[in-house]
């Protein structure tokens, strides 16, 4: 399983951005996706969830509300749109592969970096 | 500062053992046999090496070992070696869509 995060970059406080999680696996489809973030010399924190078919999505208290997860299968891409972005949002950000059944994450990507400041 | 309570530093020499913990609470660990450990490495992405508390993905050495008594788990690696020098973080099911990780543990083989 590969996962290939992108969209990346510097933003100014308030503003946003989109980040991209494709994969070349042909049964994308069938994953259920995660965005899990870690800030510079920090620990790992859950950001977001997709359900395979884009009918359930999940947000971490932090980010309701300004954040969306979403997902178009035909292009094998989920997204994370990022909105009202804070200082406090900066973090590489990973797309993480749901591990069926488990509750957990078991592919992570190499993270695209978010950097918000003025 | 992160939900689950992980001690900051661990360490042990060649071939010993070190263990060390994941503090939660009866909300997380203590509910949900769904606790997983990751090895992370400077640079690089985390890597599953437990998940339900005990069990281990296709690759990941027997060295490797976790389990969990009430509202805490513990991660055990035996027979250290230089390449096990690394972070290491649990994470858990919370309930309600949500998960949490702890603060990690960094692990130095003297």
């Known amino acids: 399983v590969q996962l290939l995060e992108s969209g990346g970059g510097v933003v100014q406080p308030g503003g946003s951005l989109r980040l991209s999680c494709t994969a070349p696996?042909?049964?994308?489809?069938?994953?259920?996706i995660h965005w899990v973030r870690q800030a510079p010399g920090k620990g790992l924190e859950w950001v977001a969830f997709i359900r395979y078919d884009g009918s359930d999505k999940y947000y971490a208290y932090s980010v309701k509300g300004r954040f969306t997860i979403s997902r178009d299968n035909s292009k094998n891409t989920v997204y994370l749109q990022m909105n009202s972005l804070r200082a406090e949002d900066t973090a590489v950000y990973y797309c993480?592969?749901?591990?069926?059944?488990?509750?957990?994450?078991?592919?992570w990507g190499q993270g695209t970096l978010v950097t918000v400041s003025s | 500062q992160s939900a689950l309570t992980q001690p900051p530093s661990a360490s042990g020499s060649p071939g010993q053992s070190v263990t060390f913990s994941c503090a939660g609470t009866?909300?997380?660990?203590?509910?949900?046999?769904?606790v997983s450990w990751f090895q992370q490495h400077p640079g690089r992405a985390p890597k599953l090496i437990i998940y339900e508390v005990s069990k281990r993905p296709s690759g990941v050495p027997d060295r490797f070992s976790g389990s969990k008594s009430g509202n805490t788990a513990s991660l055990t690696v035996s027979g250290l070696q230089a390449e096990d020098e690394a972070e290491y973080y649990c994470s858990s099911y919370a309930g309600s869509n949500n998960w949490v990780f702890g603060g990690g543990t960094k692990v130095t083989v003297l």
């Open positions: 009866s909300s997380d660990i203590g509910y949900y046999n769904y």
């Open positions: 993480v592969k749901d591990k069926s059944g488990s509750w957990t994450f078991d592919y």
């Open positions: 696996e042909f049964n994308f489809y069938t994953y259920d």
